[in-house]
């Protein structure tokens, strides 16, 4: 049975719920399944002053902890076109696991989640993939074997790169029941591949 360790960082709880959902995936398909976020590190009077969602049920995860598992899916809002600088500050953590190559040969996933349509997701999940390679994880994303990527009826999030979602300038706009659907896909799809390759 693999294990799969959901890793996010959400400043108003728009990936956190994305981050269930990929669990809820990975969970159906028989993986032992943890959620972590990563600390905030914003200074406290931005986090007041922004209105960051700062109450969650999921522990901190400290970067020992990526060990542990076969797994890793990562879920960042979109700053400027990267990952936040809370979780970049958590890969930044990582050199001594890094230097021992605890990571290599485990499966690395991304989703994320932007204001507008064209907002940077993709690209947001790409410097994600980056650290991935430097660790030696092997990236998984969202194949079209989702149709619901393929869905032009309405504005959805979703692309081969992962899952995501759009929260709107001013975060009004909560994931939808396609782009839900996608992390379950991935969540899913990451932990049956995990599954092949450890059991």
Request: aromatic letters at 8%.
């Amino acid at each position: 049975m693999a294990k799969v360790l959901v890793l996010y960082y959400s400043s108003y709880g728009h990936i956190e719920t994305m981050a269930k959902a990929v669990a809820e995936g990975a969970a159906s398909a028989g993986a032992t399944v943890d959620i972590k976020r990563v600390p905030e590190t914003a200074p406290p009077e931005v986090v007041a002053a922004a209105y960051f969602k700062t109450d969650s049920e999921h522990p901190v995860a400290q970067p020992d902890d990526l060990v542990g598992y076969d797994a890793i899916i990562v879920g960042t809002p979109t700053r400027y076109g990267n990952m936040s600088s809370q979780l970049s500050t958590f890969w930044d953590r990582t050199g001594g696991i890094w230097l021992q190559g605890k990571l290599i040969g485990k499966v690395g996933g991304a989703f994320s989640s932007s204001a507008t349509q064209h907002g940077g997701n993709e690209a947001t999940i790409l410097s994600l993939h980056k650290v991935f390679l430097h660790h030696g994880l092997m990236i998984v994303g969202l194949p079209y074997s989702f149709q619901g990527q393929m869905d032009n009826s309405e504005v959805a999030g979703g692309s081969p790169y992962g899952a995501t979602t759009i929260a709107n300038g001013d975060g009004s706009r909560q994931p939808s029941q396609i782009e839900l659907d996608g992390a379950r896909f991935q969540g899913k799809h990451i932990a049956e591949i995990a599954t092949k390759l450890f059991g």
